[in-house]
């Protein structure tokens, strides 16, 4: 797919910088009416009227954060834009706006970049986000990807990590592990695949997993529930590097304790089938996994009522004294200290 | 410097991410009001009032845009805040707000990523900016810097590419070609030290070009000037690539052409003695050389007066009809057409 020799692709040295950026964000249309200048000038203009804009960013790079060998170009492009949305939904805010900026190597193909606009472009439109800008450039090795996303929300509806209060309720939404749990099936087939690469695997069996770590959605659907039931939540984060990691920063940020029951954390089936043939805790993967991009919040306890049943949420524990720190309590009554054991990018594994 | 055996420098796999977030960005004092929320949650959050935001990023890969045998790391901190504080003040805004986003190889000790950070720190106070987001993470190679700069302007004092019109005098600051002299500096005696580690070369002839290319300055103080003297130029561009590239850029934006007059283009006596020593075109390095971080910009004949003789601004020639094109007078009157021969990512060369 990315063999710069195969006579069918277009080499980018074909193309100047410029005219690259014009080919790959030809067919991005701007939506936003607070988009005012994109792509094409030095900086980009947004306005976001009365409301604040809040602003994060990524950097992905090839080899540590994907792995193009079952990772397909579009969709890590979908992804990108996901993981930006994801932590601007944790603040309880509209994504407007990204930036998206690459370095390539010349392994890629003009193809192989338009596959992965195509994802980037199908995650705006899909959220109604517009591309305003970026660089693009090259790099000695592999894909690296960097997009910044903004959005805006008024200023009593932010959401911090701090604001949790003892005795608030601690919800999840969706369910926790799949990514994990999808990413052990692709290593497995990768590693298969190198010994015999004509066996096609039946991967039907595992398809929410593998969809989990493919092809995330930021969870814009809770926000707008959220405030649907005119709930806002006291502090809230996503959940990037693994339920336990997350609870934690909130923990540290808002100054409490939290209580988290092992049999409330939400696990899809499916992924309890692939911990059990991998052997190893589904809870685990739920705690520690990561890339679940669900979000994760607290708040008043006079919300029980509206949230409990509703599908897309969980409450898993409460906030409580910050003495007693994080545990999990388990279906026998233990209590577990829960520790970060998410993804750290510089241990020397 | 980068060695991660010495003893008494750092690993970055003795710190987890959090902490070394935290370490490196410990020193930066937020000092703008507009920034409300800075490091440490899931996004930034900015209020720029009634005015308008902009955005600009720029994605700095080692072995593509930066050599750190001859860049120190500091320096390379410093310029990068440059780079996309340059894009903002070429609109016309006030910079405000950056995100720094970096990936490192485990070649690079603690000391090392806190050089960095010491000029990126450096960058923020001089130019009154507040760092408030970012992403850490490893890569399989080298240093990679993303960064996105945060500012603001008021409607009416935005000023695009878009703007110019024929007649307008198409002015520059400061003087062009140094940085791209400085870089051939740099690189030979890079050759030189291949071959002799021990010479020990007398730089401070040069002292002036390298500075440029090390140490580069975002224009403010040109835009500030020109708040000052009243004067909205119609469209405005900063020298990134060179200044053939950036007037192309301008022509194709506002529909105009350009006459540019050699004997006008500003540059330093020390750059036309090294291109002399370099036996190449003093021209050359000022229309193809780039990265002088310089303004470029159109503004209405009536503001000649005020701009003449300012010793930041240099007049170098005018628009003229879209048909005529963009050319070079010579001090002969000849005319040559001006083409982009500035940085291309993706040549093959």
Redesign the interface.
Known sequence: MLEEKNPSKT???A???FA?IAHLTQNFKVENKSS??GI?????????AKE????????L?????FDLSYMPLKHLGYKAVMVNLS??Y??N?HPQ?I?V???VS?RFTLEALEDLYEGIALACKNYKVDL???????????L?L?I????SAP?KK?V???GAKENDLLVVSGDLGGAYAGLQILEREKAVFKVNPNEQPDLSPYSYSIGRQLKPEARKDVVELLNTLNIIPTA???ISDGLSSEILHLSK?SGVGFQVFEEKIPIDPEVSLICEEFKFNPLTAALNGGEDYELLFTVDQKHYDAIKSHPYLTVIGHACENSRGCNLVTGLGQQIELT?QGW?????E
């Open positions: 080499a980018l040295s193309l100047g910088e690259l005012l200048v094409g000038d030095d900086a980009a203009v947004v306005e976001h604040r804009t809040l602003i994060s960013t990524d950097l790079v090839e080899g540590i954060h932590d601007l944790a603040m805010a706006q930036t900026s690459i370095a010349n305003v800008g970026g660089d693009t450039t090259s790099s000695t090795t592999g690296i960097s910044t996303a903004l959005g200023k932010i911090c990590r701090s809230m984060i996503d940020a970060a750290q990018s510089f241990s020397e």
